[in-house]
């Protein structure tokens, strides 16, 4: 499972060094305008989520949460219709406001941008947490996985 989830970490990275070579690495904001943001993925770990819970320890799935969490709220913004264009008039509210602090500006929030940037900042750590993991040896995983287990168990029941 985390083979397959690192691989497709991967081809998302490689879709965003693709993005940034094309918009400049300088400005996230300016991604959101690129076709082919929409290119990441999330199709494995759709498929696999659940499997993680249970069998992998909590810290682990924590940080892979970290990183598709903001990445599928980002695939749903992105759906929305002029996307592009609303994440640059929130970009601009918030920088005319800076600029310009005299004028009355409406701000908002930039979701897009926020979840982009939430998403880039868990991709290392998230991807070297799972390399460590790899590299363990076959016991030492059967370990954490039990252990994250007995702690699931012993959690208080939430309804």
Not at 22 to 44: A, Y
Not at 135 to 142: A, K, M, Q, T
């Amino acid at each position: 499972m985390l083979r397959l989830l690192a691989a497709e970490i991967d081809h998302n990275a490689e879709v965003l060094r693709s993005v940034a070579d094309r918009r400049g690495d300088d400005r996230v904001i300016d991604w959101m305008g690129s076709p082919d943001l929409p290119s990441l993925k999330t199709d494995t770990w759709r498929d696999v989520r659940g499997r993680v819970a249970t069998l992998m320890p909590n810290v682990l799935t924590e940080e892979l949460n970290s990183y598709y969490s903001p990445l599928e709220i980002l695939l749903t913004l992105l759906i929305f219709q002029d996307a592009a264009v609303d994440s640059g008039d929130r970009d601009l509210r918030r920088y005319i406001d800076e600029q310009v602090p005299d004028v009355n500006v409406a701000l908002t929030r930039n979701p897009y941008q926020q979840c982009l940037v939430d998403m880039l900042n868990a991709q290392d750590t998230t991807r070297s947490r799972m390399d460590g993991y790899l590299s363990l040896s076959w016991l030492e995983p059967l370990v954490l996985s039990f252990r994250g287990w007995r702690e699931r168990q012993r959690a208080p029941r939430q309804h």
